[in-house]
């Protein structure tokens, strides 16, 4: 049984998950195979991004908060998606060079994925189909979900809630605790 709490424009799990995550397989932005087994016992950030959007600039903090906690054991995966207005048109080469020249983006940076619809990616069936855990599609770019060091889903965040929020910064620390 999924138990969710709602805190604004948050929503906690505590759920078996459906899938195991860490079987679902992606690549990474220069097409190696991966998966969130390579991340085992990290805690886990993954954002759907891209680099034509209103939200664009979450890049400076999301990259803010990877340099803070990533000697703790805390990773952010961005996956870059182009399901919402056609917001990352680029090739992986153009989304690396944007990353890295306008945000210093060090964070490791997933290959182009779609996030939702009939080739909505396993990883986000996973964690927004039916039985994942937090059912219902992303909103727009800059989604964010947060993976404890046990492999499981443990906060949504909405994609107007940025890095810098205490409410982020409060969940990622409460998990790298755990």
Not at 53 to 80: R, S, W
Not at 171 to 176: C, S, T
Request: proline residues 7%; glycine residues 8%; aromatic residues 10%.
């Amino acid at each position: 049984m999924l138990h969710r709490i709602v805190i604004p424009s948050i929503v906690f799990a505590a759920s078996a998950c459906a899938a195991d995550l860490a079987t679902i397989p992606f690549k990474d932005i220069s097409g190696k195979e991966t998966s969130l087994k390579d991340y085992k016992g990290k805690v886990v950030l993954v954002v759907n991004v891209a680099s034509k959007c209103g939200n664009t600039p979450q890049y400076k903090p999301l990259e803010a908060m990877y340099e803070k906690y990533k000697d703790k054991g805390f990773v952010i995966l961005g996956f870059p998606c182009n399901d919402f207005g056609g917001q990352e048109p680029g090739t992986a080469a153009e989304i690396q060079t944007f990353c890295k020249s306008t945000y210093a983006v060090n964070f490791p940076l997933m290959e182009k994925i779609h996030v939702k619809g009939a080739e909505q990616h396993p990883l986000y069936a996973a964690l927004t189909g039916p039985e994942g855990a937090f059912p219902g599609d992303v909103k727009w770019n800059f989604g964010k979900f947060l993976i404890g060091k046990d492999g499981k889903p443990i906060a949504r965040f909405e994609p107007k809630t940025t890095a810098d929020l205490s409410d982020v910064s409060a969940a990622v620390e409460k998990a790298l605790a755990d």
